[in-house]
């Protein structure tokens, strides 16, 4: 019998092999979600060309009845979406909703192009279901045969497996493994519904509130995305269980007793896969997601037959994807403390694929408002972040200024606030000025001191330039200070108790900008 690294290996390399079939449909899917983006945005396009007027259609006008050559020609539509129907094989309830709006002689422009946005929403998630049911039938009969195969060659005896049955295999796939009950085609079903829901509440009330076809494209254009990365997460980890389901069937068929957890020893292994690796269960405790994989969505981890021996070796990966030996009853925790966590540069990368989704959103952010200043590939904008503290520094603070600024300008310009936003607020010294006590503090009753005054400006947050110049506006969280440069007077300073509306909702989206900074 072969010793236990020769399992370690092979039943990785077949585990990485089966999740590559999820892998490659999920990598193709990204076309199929942007084809049917595209779709929708034409059939959106085309309704707005027919009876939009500047670019706005009004709740009234969408509930229109279509006129006789419209409904004719919507009638050839739905033909065509039943005829394709009989490929696809839709469920019965969009089959009798199509069937029965091809038998109507009145039907609303809004109705219309909503079966227009769901049919292409149906073809998306029927072509997805089926290819993903063949995709899991194909992984979990590759990786049945493959396991019975290293099994025999491991133990250098060859016997007869008998042919999988096809009822067994659809059994597998309709049976739910997860705690909530549901199966892989029930999520998919109850992902489609909620984006057909989505894109009617979307529509309607981007109608009711008199929105461009274009805005109403980019926020349904979002939700798709939303839609395919979920799609994305289900595809990798129903992929990952019926790997793991694959091998635990050969596994009983074949009487093999126990069973060890298998993680792979690189950086990027999730939390509870490197704490799960290199315990052995008994095959009646085998439980997907608590005594086997997957343990989480894009789970790499695999199972392999236990015997008693622990002489070999298993392989592990540097950062740099170049692969080395290392004791075959070394666990993942025992080859990080030795490997990883004395080696400054594998320190680096752990850190760097951890954060990667968050630096990614960061770096891009920063790209679009520094530009240039900010280093062009992500792997140079996070060697940055965690590798010089002096350079990060500054360009946070950087980013910071020209963010909050920018943010200013926008905010000011929606509240209609009188003056242009400064950008390096000059804070002066009032001392030698001219202070209207009388105006401010007798006439106003703002009670306002110079000294306060000066305060204000010392503190303000935002500062706009009104009069050519002449005076200049300062706001900050305890008042607001107004001096007029050309004369040399301080000619208003009151304290934020008396702030507008639009001085609050400018100091707080401020407030927001500097919070959400990192």
């Known amino acids: 019998m072969k010793n236990s690294d020769y399992w370690k290996e092979r039943f990785e390399q077949l585990n990485e092999s089966l999740l590559n079939k999820g892998e490659e449909y999920y990598k193709s899917l990204d076309k199929e979600y942007r084809k049917a983006m595209n779709t929708i945005e034409l059939q959106i396009n085309n309704w707005y060309m027919r009876i939009a007027n500047n670019n706005e259609i009004s709740m009234a006008e969408a509930k229109k009845w279509l006129r006789e050559k419209e409904l004719e020609e919507f009638q050839w539509t739905v033909e065509e979406y039943i005829e394709k129907g009989k490929t696809l094989k839709y469920s019965d309830e969009w089959m009798t909703e199509l069937e029965n709006a091809s038998a109507r002689?009145?039907?609303?422009?809004?109705?219309?192009?909503?079966?227009?946005?769901?049919?292409?929403?149906?073809?998306l998630y029927q072509r997805q279901y089926e290819e993903l049911s063949e995709r899991l039938k194909a992984i979990y009969g590759e990786g049945y045969y493959h396991t019975a195969f290293e099994v025999q060659r491991g133990f250098n005896i060859g016997w007869s497996i008998p042919t999988l049955d096809s009822?067994?295999?659809?059994?597998?796939?309709?049976?739910?493994?997860?705690?909530?009950?549901?199966?892989?085609?029930?999520?998919?079903?109850?992902?489609?519904d909620d984006l057909i829901n989505t894109l009617?509440?979307?529509?309607?009330?981007?109608?009711?509130?008199?929105?461009?076809?274009?805005?109403?494209?980019?926020?349904?254009?979002?939700?798709?995305?939303?839609?395919?990365?979920?799609?994305?997460?289900?595809?990798?980890?129903?992929?990952?269980?019926?790997?793991?389901?694959?091998?635990?069937d050969c596994f009983n068929d074949l009487n093999v007793e126990e069973y060890e957890i298998c993680a792979t020893l690189d950086?990027?292994?999730?939390?509870?896969?490197?704490?799960?690796?290199?315990?052995?269960?008994?095959?009646?405790?085998?439980?997907?997601?608590?005594?086997?994989?997957?343990?989480?969505?894009?789970?790499?981890?695999?199972?392999?037959?236990?015997?008693?021996d622990n002489?070999?070796?298993?392989?592990?990966?540097?950062?740099?994807?170049k692969s080395y030996y290392v004791p075959n009853n070394m666990t993942y925790r025992e080859w990080y403390e030795k490997y990883v966590k004395s080696n400054p540069d594998e320190l680096l990368a752990e850190k760097k694929y951890q954060n990667r989704h968050a630096d990614k959103k960061q770096h891009a952010s920063y790209r679009e408002v520094l530009g240039k200043g900010v280093?062009?590939?992500?792997?140079?904008?996070?060697?940055?972040?965690?590798?010089d503290d002096e350079k990060w520094e500054k360009l946070k603070d950087k980013f910071k200024v020209e963010n909050v600024f920018n943010r200013i300008v926008q905010e000011s310009a929606n509240l209609h606030i009188k003056g242009i936003p400064i950008k390096n607020i000059q804070r002066i010294n009032i001392e030698q000025f001219e202070y209207a006590e009388v105006h401010i503090n007798s006439e106003r009753l703002h009670g306002v001191p110079k000294s306060m005054a000066q305060q204000f400006i010392n503190e303000a947050q935002v500062a706009y330039s009104r009069w050519n110049g002449q005076v200049t506006v300062y706001v900050s969280q305890k008042g607001c200070t107004g001096v007029n440069l050309s004369k040399k007077t301080v000619s208003t300073a009151y304290r934020s108790e008396e702030y507008d509306e639009k001085f609050k909702k400018i100091l707080e989206a401020v407030d927001n900008d500097k919070m959400s900074d990192s």
């Open 105 to 123: 002689v009145h039907i609303r422009r809004l109705e219309a192009l909503e079966i227009q946005l769901k049919q292409t929403v149906e073809e």
């Open 167 to 192: 009822n067994k295999v659809e059994k597998v796939l309709a049976k739910p493994w997860t705690r909530d009950g549901v199966n892989f085609s029930d999520r998919i079903w109850n992902a489609k």
């Open 200 to 248: 009617h509440t979307e529509l309607t009330q981007s109608i009711i509130m008199g929105k461009a076809p274009d805005k109403i494209i980019a926020k349904i254009a979002k939700k798709f995305n939303t839609s395919k990365t979920r799609a994305g997460r289900l595809i990798m980890t129903e992929s990952a269980f019926f790997a793991s389901a694959s091998q635990k």
């Open 267 to 308: 950086l990027r292994t999730s939390e509870i896969c490197r704490d799960m690796d290199g315990k052995v269960f008994k095959m009646s405790d085998y439980e997907p997601g608590v005594t086997a994989p997957p343990f989480h969505c894009w789970c790499r981890t695999t199972t392999i037959p236990y015997f008693d």
């Open 311 to 321: 002489v070999g070796e298993r392989i592990a990966r540097s950062s740099d994807g």
């Open 375 to 387: 280093p062009r590939s992500l792997d140079e904008f996070q060697n940055l972040k965690y590798t």
